[in-house]
Nanobody, 130 residues
């Protein structure tokens, strides 16, 4: 069983920054570096959408066009934690943010689809005021 626990959400003004964290706890003893991981978000009244992903090889990352240049995904293996650094936040970034994990097929694989992930956090609310 794998547990993902997100934190760091909150209320911020447009143009501000937030850092979300997602801590991994696995009975198998696997750590954050054993998984391909991602952040998704769900805007009010909309489907959950891809934000960013990172392969086991942490140099392999991908971003949705809407967040490129503003958001950065990173991982701290020592803390067993995934991060989402969000800068230049906009009101349209307001959403519940979820982290997700899966044991990938390969060291360089990452995934952008919801159905590729089988472990999910509970979500953390980010609200950006104008």
């Amino acid at each position: 069983q794998v547990q993902l626990v997100e934190s760091g959400g909150g209320l911020v003004q447009a143009g501000g920054s937030l850092r979300l964290s997602c801590t991994v706890s696995a009975r198998s003893g696997r750590t954050v570096s054993d998984y391909a991981m991602a952040w998704f978000r769900q805007l009010p009244g909309k489907e959950r959408e891809f934000v960013t992903a990172i392969a086991r090889s942490a140099v392999i990352t991908d971003y949705a066009e809407s967040v490129k240049g503003r958001f950065t995904i990173s991982r701290d293996n020592a803390k067993n934690t995934l991060y989402l650094h969000m800068n230049s936040l906009k009101p349209e970034d307001t959403a519940v943010y979820y982290c997700a994990a899966v044991v990938p097929q390969g060291y360089y694989n990452y995934y952008t689809g919801l159905s590729n992930y089988n472990y999910w956090g509970q979500g953390t609310q980010v609200t950006v005021s104008s």
